[in-house]
């Protein structure tokens, strides 16, 4: 394996920098081979690679000088489970290995004698990750670190450039062989023949932009990463802190398969996305399937030019003309790391270079993740600078309490003490946390919020969360109680009029796109007291205008167990000086933070458990029929979910029921790994024509994607009204619809209904009705016996099921026998 790696070794030499030959003696070989003769070659600066496992595990590193290049495999040496670990190896698994004091042996070698070696410096892009890897993977220390960014002012920290900073004018640099080394961290030489020469690659010129020109001086100059003088506790929120947003980034497709529809544009042949979420971006290299006008087929490689909204051009290899037609699209390499995850990565990485102050005086970081020790009633003491609650204090005695507010006459009991905690200024309220099960009233309580506070002179607020479509809610929501005294900020991508601006048209002046930020007029915001944004957009650079005029001391969060709490870290950073009170809305048993399935041990605040006693309750629930909502209460949230008792849908009225379609099975879309049920699909249109036909709102809700666009296109084939009609459940949280039409899919495994926070999503949207489609068997006898759906089933009785002969009839509606099925 030596020997044909160090083939390809030379040649991807020759082709990252013009006229830089070197010729490497490049090994791989384990840990435990690893011997002083072979260490004491390394002279001068050294460059250092990772290489990672799909699941983000450290499991080879490239040490590489001006000669030689050693690349080592990584065994976990603890006993791990799962990805809970700190020590996670290959994948998280553990490996069993036949000597382990010589394995000990060869991992004390290479940190005393290259990662903490006296007076030599160590390379690497990224290092911040890397560091933490190397500690809480394999259980290494490092000194003398440099980050190789950190030398140069590229704000975006991609590796090119870096290099471009770094040779100046004296190489010509081949840009697309550098972008083809570095897209790719995984190693895996049994499936990827190319990746112990990009692993080698990635060490080898690390530490050759040291011997640059003034490379020397300029390392010189970057602070070092030393994690030996950092305490456990400190390393391990860190390492956590870094590895969640690594694992994260592991999860980002590295390939992406583009649907689109060809257009014809003023200088040749177009495409237009089809769909927002894998829609083309600007820069993105590209593999294009093409069919020429006799029938066969080839592949041109390229990238994408300009993206206006769903239209984007190609700039393939070989032109394209009217007589040919594009297959398929496929992107390759992972989406690059948003503003708000590079700010996040920034700030661990400036701790990591010494700068303590970050944890030492930043109250918010140090009390959710350095918290004081508990005191004798096992509570923990959060600790707030003493200035901020002398001031507080001040400002809270002009106001008492709202609890006899008139505006608050439509809250019940629980509504009105999470508005009053919000309302607090008082140290114990500083953190608020309120979970509101579907239906309680979250965004009511935030709008009442809202105008009581600014009744109070509690200015300088920003409503914020995870999603565009949850921001827009809260907008509504503040519309329909009738105050508009805020501004909504989105980014220009989503808000184009070829995607979703349609959703902004009954707020049109009331948002602003992020292309308008620089030159936009300060009128626009004028006397304004309250923000809309996501989170992410919170670390947009531009936004200083915006903060000027609102300060950012008051942050509420909706949706906020959908975010991972890594994800507060910019926010925390960014406005320490000025944030004084934090308001997270949510629910932990509705949708995780993204990833929590895969890597389990993602947390949000609602899992931190010093947090977790701040926790208020929304203890009443007006959305679904209370039949409905005593079933959820019941199997979800311990009995302690109350219904409205003047829901308009009466028990008399069954709210639920099942179409048992017979023979239904689940299949694997031939394009994607996503599930789709044709005879399901089938009885869902049904369904959706009667209420149609009767002018029922209705929406269409499903776990599987494949199965969305499924019923899309029959939707459109049957000339049903199709745009925004169906849904999967993921983007459908926080919405509701009157009728609401489930296609569950499986029948051959649980799959989806093993999560119990996903099916409770999909089980609470409904305000009158719902219908599940389903086969009784797969619930009944079948893998769904047990799951919560299977038990909602049991729970409606028989009286509950329809089969399909029941749904075909054109009076299904209104058919007296099936009267008490649906509020005509």
Not at 721 to 745: A, H, M, P, R, T
Request: glycine share 6%; aromatic share 8%.
């Amino acid at each position: 394996m030596a020997k044909k790696a160090q083939r390809n070794q030379d040649s991807f030499m020759q082709t990252l920098l013009d006229g830089v030959e070197s010729k490497l003696e490049l090994k791989t070989l384990h840990e435990k081979d690893l011997t002083d003769k072979l260490l004491s070659v390394f002279a001068g600066p050294i460059g250092i690679a990772p290489g990672y496992s799909k699941s983000g595990g450290l499991v080879a590193l490239a040490i590489a000088d001006d000669m030689y290049c050693l690349i080592v495999q990584f065994y976990s040496n603890r006993p791990t489970t799962g990805n809970n670990a700190r020590g996670r190896g290959r994948g998280g698994k553990q490996v069993e290995r036949p000597n382990k004091e010589r394995d000990l042996s060869g991992r004390k070698l290479l940190e005393e004698f290259i990662l903490c070696r006296e007076g030599g410096d160590l390379l690497a892009f990224d290092f911040g990750p890397l560091s933490m890897s190397l500690y809480c993977g394999v259980d290494l220390r490092i000194t003398n670190g440099i980050d190789i960014q950190s030398a140069f002012s590229a704000v975006d920290r991609k590796p090119l450039s870096a290099i471009k900073d770094a040779v100046g004018d004296t190489l010509r640099i081949f840009e697309e062989n550098v972008i083809n080394v570095f897209q790719n961290p995984l190693y895996d030489p049994d499936k990827d023949q190319h990746c112990v020469s990009d692993l080698a690659m990635r060490a080898w010129i690390s530490q050759y932009l040291f011997t640059i020109g003034n490379g020397a001086e300029t390392f010189t100059k970057v602070v070092k990463i030393n994690t030996k003088v950092l305490t456990p506790q400190t390393l391990d929120i860190l390492a956590k802190m870094t590895q969640d947003s690594l694992r994260l980034a592991h999860l980002k497709p590295s390939e992406i398969k583009h649907t689109f529809m060809m257009t014809q544009n003023w200088d040749g042949p177009g495409v237009r996305s089809g769909a927002f979420q894998n829609r083309l971006r600007p820069g993105q290299i590209v593999t294009s399937t093409v069919q020429n006008a006799h029938g066969a087929t080839y592949r041109l490689h390229g990238h994408t030019g300009g993206v206006d909204g769903r239209a984007a051009n190609l700039d393939l290899s070989r032109p394209l003309d009217d007589t040919k037609t594009i297959l398929t699209i496929k992107s390759i390499g992972r989406d690059d790391p948003t503003t708000a995850e590079a700010h996040r990565a920034a700030t661990v990485l400036r701790i990591l270079q010494g700068n303590l102050e970050l944890l030492a005086d930043n109250a918010w970081i140090k009390n959710i993740w350095f918290p004081a020790a508990p005191d004798d009633s096992g509570d923990t003491l959060l600790v707030w600078p003493p200035e901020w609650t002398a001031r507080q204090a001040k400002a809270n005695s002009a106001f008492p309490s709202s609890g006899d507010n008139n505006d608050r006459h439509n809250l019940n009991k629980s509504q009105q003490d999470a508005v009053d905690a919000m309302l607090s200024r008082s140290d114990t309220n500083r953190i608020t946390i309120i979970q509101g099960p579907p239906g309680t009233g979250k965004t009511t309580v935030i709008a009442t919020y809202v105008k009581e506070a600014l009744e109070r002179c509690q200015g300088g607020i920003w409503l914020v969360a995870k999603s565009n479509v949850a921001v827009i809610n809260i907008a509504l929501k503040l519309m329909s109680a009738g105050f508009m005294d805020w501004r909504l900020l989105v980014s220009q991508e989503f808000s184009h009029a070829d995607w979703h601006g349609h959703l902004y048209e009954s707020i049109s002046s009331n948002f602003i796109r992020s292309n308008e930020f620089f030159s936009m007029s300060l009128n626009r915001i004028k006397g304004c007291k309250v923000i809309l944004c996501t989170l992410s957009m919170l670390s947009n650079k531009l936004l200083k205008k915006f903060v000027n005029q609102v300060p950012v001391n008051t942050i509420v969060v909706d949706e906020a167990s959908q975010i991972e709490v890594g994800d507060y870290i910019p926010v925390f950073d960014q406005y320490s000086t000025m944030l004084r009170k934090m308001c997270f809305i949510g629910d932990d048993k509705q949708l995780p933070p993204y990833g929590q399935e895969d890597l389990q041990d993602l947390q949000s605040i609602f899992e931190i458990t010093h947090l977790r006693r701040l926790c208020l309750f929304l203890d009443t629930q007006y959305r679904m029929p209370p039949q409905i909502g005593a079933f959820i209460s019941t199997n979800v949230y311990d009995d302690k979910l109350n219904s409205n008792s003047k829901h308009p849908i009466s028990n008399s009225i069954i709210a639920c029921q099942f179409i048992d379609v017979v023979g239904a099975k689940e299949q694997v879309q031939a394009t994607t790994t996503s599930l789709i049920n044709k005879l399901e699909s089938e009885a869902v249109l049904k369904l959706a024509q009667h209420l149609q036909d009767h002018g029922k709102n209705y929406k269409i809700i499903t776990p599987y994607d494949a199965q969305r666009v499924l019923v899309e296109d029959k939707m459109k084939e049957t000339g049903l009204q199709w745009e925004e009609k169906v849904y999967n459940v993921d983007s459908f949280q926080g919405n509701e619809e009157d009728y609401i039409i489930i296609s569950l899919v499986r029948s051959m495994g649980l799959g989806f209904l093993s999560n119990l926070r996903r099916t409770n999503v999909m089980l609470t949207r409904c305000k009158r009705g719902m219908y599940i489609v389903s086969s009784r068997a797969f619930l009944h006898k079948g893998p769904g016996k047990g799951s919560i759906v299977s038990e909602l089933s049991t729970y409606v009785g028989d009286i509950g099921w329809l089969e399909m002969k029941d749904i075909e009839t054109d009076d299904f509606l209104t058919n007296p026998k099936k009267q008490d099925s649906v509020e005509v």
